[in-house]
Each structure stands twice: as structure tokens, then as C-alpha cells.
């Protein structure tokens, strides 16, 4: 999921047409769900399998780096994974067991 424009993400659709093409090559099939930056907020804050999510994988939004907090939200390895802020296909098999 992309959001049209929003929290300083310029040309959204065409970076991620660029990151589209370049792995491609590579085995990897994106597809995008564009939707406005509303809706992404809320799809950021409700959990995975919430309608508003459209079943997707993975969100694409601008992150501040200058608020360690949001770092640790989405980069941390709790024992169980939130409900919201969090789309991680790398968890471990303990943490999908929750």
C-alpha cells in the first residue's frame, strides 16, 4: 500500500514504480494499492487483517528517523507483535504462535 502524496513524500507513485522495475528482474511481483494519506494513517494504526487493509503485505510511507520511538516500533523483535504498525513477514515462528 502507497499513499497519492503526503508527509513529504513527493513522487510517491513514481519511486515505487522504479523500485517496481528493479526487482522485477529479481523474482519479485509488487503490485500497488494506492490510496491517500488519510487512509494509509489509518491503515498504519489498525491490524493486518482490519477491511481498511485491503488484505495488503506491506506499507510504503515516509518514516521519521529523528524520533528513535517510531525506530523501535517498527524495528523491534517484541515476544509478540502488536496489533497495529506491524506487517512483518520475517517474524519468527514464535512470534507468529501468539
Not at 507483535?81 to 504462535?97: F, G, L, M, N, V
Request: aromatic fraction near 8%; glycine fraction near 8%; hydrophobic fraction near 40%.
Amino acid at each position: 500500500m502507497i499513499s497519492t502524496s503526503g508527509s513529504g513524500q513527493m513522487l510517491p507513485l513514481p519511486m515505487n514504480e522504479i523500485i517496481q522495475q528493479q526487482v522485477k528482474p529479481i523474482g519479485f511481483d509488487l503490485d500497488f494499492d494506492v490510496v491517500d494519506w488519510g487512509t494509509m494513517l489509518v491503515v498504519k494504526r489498525t491490524a493486518p487483517s482490519a477491511p481498511v487493509a485491503h488484505g495488503v503485505d506491506a506499507l510504503n510511507n515516509s518514516l521519521g528517523f529523528g524520533d528513535p520511538a517510531s525506530m523501535f516500533r517498527y524495528f523491534s523483535r517484541p515476544p509478540c507483535p502488536q496489533a497495529a504498525s506491524t506487517r512483518d513477514i520475517s517474524a519468527t515462528r514464535e512470534s507468529k504462535d501468539c
